[in-house]
């Protein structure tokens, strides 16, 4: 018995010494070889950078070595990222058609939020899942969908013009960016869901409050293995993931029902998700089920058209009004071209596309500020860019934000509002033709930035045709990156009615 409880002693011994160790060389590994591996590496290509100092951090450093606008390497954390601000450079990581640079994993509450989605997948899977999410987002399905936008739009106008009919002479403030995120869910949700619109507003309230624990999550230190530990945060991230599940797997499982006449599903609707499960049905018939997706990746996928939908586009909104209204005279210009196009008719989808303004406009808002501020790549091997050898593994960091308002590519006049420069074209605007990368480049490049541009220049119309607008004394400029660039503070702007001339 002795001899038992001895040996038994012995295997949880050896098991645990084999466990501390792994533990321990996985820290030395993570903690101290890599980081020290990477400086070497950039070093001694001539590549500048502050020293690796776990506890201390490199801000002042980053800061003056930012300032430079050269390539450079700093520390976030443990992990050692390689700023690019060179766009021939970041075309040719974007571009590229091999995969050898990866979408870098996100944390977990993001990766609950978005989703495994286009957004975060790599390699073959995404190759798969670029297929069947594309052909929601052609020129035919958006003309289809931007029917639906202007009833959402004209919902929140109708009680924006209620509101200032019932002001003062000064006009009526409105927080515009609590307006444009509520109005862009619902767009979505009707959109995107279609019958099942109660559902998906249900899924907004939701990713929202998962949101907002995301963004909370990511100003703090990530430790690996801490998703796991039942905190009373992580319980409230899977109560919520589970709830967001439990509602888009409803709503799939509703459209794979049989039909009423017993017939197989010739279509699934003509929203975004009864088109894309029109495409992976096809998938799946075909002689490659391989390409179609599970459940759990069409939910994936609702999920990351469900947050970016709302959010890019909002976001977007929020910045154009602010600028036209910054701007009286650019606002004016848009009006007349909204005027001479549609009159006071609702703008379709043919009257958008020939706002040539608006579409200035509204990329210098992007520009100026983008929905993201910063792009995260990975090499999955050893790989030469421009004169560099990455190290695999390596982290790459191009920051949007600053190569927009890099005077080098965009002059001295860089951080001015100044429509005209796209008036030949976002090729054309900067001194170099990818300078200008708001949705991304390539083959990973936005899939649904046409749907994004079509809202914003519906929602924008509608507004021009009804009322005027400027700055409220009481909004304060504060842009912050939350998960994407917003106003800290809200956007408070003031309306005014106005008559048309047709």
Known sequence: MDMEIRCSVEVLVAILVVLVGSIVIKLFRD????????????????????????????????????????????????????????????????????????????????????????????????????????????????????????????????????????????????????????????????????????????????????????????????????????????RKAWKIDKRIKGTLNYIIQSRLQPSTTGRPHVSYGNDLLGIMMTANKKELCGNQKNLSMTIDEIMDECKTFFFAGHETTSNLLTWAVLLLAIYPEWQAVLRKEVISICGTDIPDADMLSRMKSMTMVLNETLRLYPPATLMIRKTYKELKLGRFMIPKGAALSFPILAVHHNEKFWGPDANMFKPERFAEGASKAAVHPNAFFPFSLGPRACVGQNFAMLESKSVIAMILQRLSFSVSPAYKHAPIAVLTLQPQHGMQIIFKSIEVET
């Open 31 to 234: 903690l101290i070889w890599k980081p020290y591996s990477f400086h070497k590496a950039y070093t001694r290509q001539g590549l500048r950078g502050p020293p690796y100092e776990i506890l201390v951090g490199c801000m002042p450093e980053y800061r003056e070595l930012l300032q430079e606008g050269e390539t450079f390497f700093y520390w976030y954390g443990i992990q050692s990222r390689l700023y690019v601000a060179e766009p021939e450079l970041i075309k040719e990581v974007l571009s590229n058609k091999f995969g050898q640079y990866e979408k870098q994993t996100p944390r977990p509450l993001v990766m609950a939020l978005l989703g495994r989605g286009l957004v975060f997948v790599n390699g073959l899977r995404w190759v798969k899942h670029r297929r069947i999410v594309s052909p929601a987002f052609n020129i035919h399905n958006l003309k289809t969908l931007v029917k639906t936008m202007p009833s959402c739009t004209s919902s929140m106008l109708e009680n924006w013009q209620e509101m200032v009919a019932q002001a003062d002479s000064h006009g009526k403030e409105i927080n515009v960016h609590n307006e444009f995120r509520a109005l862009t869910a619902d767009i979505i949700s009707h959109t995107a869901f279609g019958s099942s619109y109660n559902e998906g507003r249900e899924v907004f309230e939701l990713q929202r409050e998962l949101q907002e624990m995301a963004a909370e999550a990511e100003r703090s230190v990530f430790i690996p293995g801490s998703q796991y530990i039942p905190t009373s945060r992580n």
